[in-house]
């Protein structure tokens, strides 16, 4: 789960980010591009900036890791932590009742 929440819907993200790709060409810097944009659809330029290069990693036209390769990661370190964490405890109990087996008096 995300620490911020998301305050721009996907449409209007891909949108500005279309805008971005086709109206470089009409200032004279990335950068000036998406200062111009950011005003209007009221967001902040890094913002909007961080958008564009994850499209472009995505898309391949920039290199990266894309989102989606990224989500799978990290979706299986948490699998691996929780497996982890899981194996430690299963390996304490299995010590716990192999103790408690020998404390116990012998019946003959």
Request: with cysteine.
């Given at each position: 789960m995300?620490k911020?929440?998301?305050?721009?819907?996907?449409e209007?993200r891909d949108?500005?980010?279309?805008?971005v790709?086709?109206?470089?060409?009409?200032?004279?810097?990335?950068?000036?591009?998406?200062?111009s944009i950011?005003?209007?659809?009221g967001?902040?330029?890094?913002?909007?900036?961080?958008w564009?290069?994850?499209?472009?990693?995505?898309?391949?036209k920039r290199?990266?890791?894309?989102?989606?390769?990224?989500?799978?990661?990290?979706?299986?370190?948490?699998?691996v932590?929780?497996?982890?964490?899981a194996?430690?405890?299963?390996?304490?109990?299995?010590a716990y009742?192999?103790?408690?087996?020998?404390?116990?008096?012998?019946?003959?």
């Open positions: 995300s911020t929440t998301n305050k721009f819907a996907p209007v949108r500005a980010i279309r805008m790709l086709d109206h470089e060409r009409d200032y004279p810097s990335r950068w000036a591009t998406v200062v950011a005003e209007k659809i967001c902040s330029p890094p913002t909007l900036h961080e564009v290069k994850k499209a472009e990693v995505n898309s391949g290199a990266g890791v894309p989102t989606e390769v990224a989500d799978k990661v990290k979706a299986l370190e948490r699998e932590r929780e497996l982890r964490q194996n430690e405890i299963l390996r304490k109990a299995s009742f192999a103790q408690a087996e020998l404390d116990r008096p012998f019946r003959r």
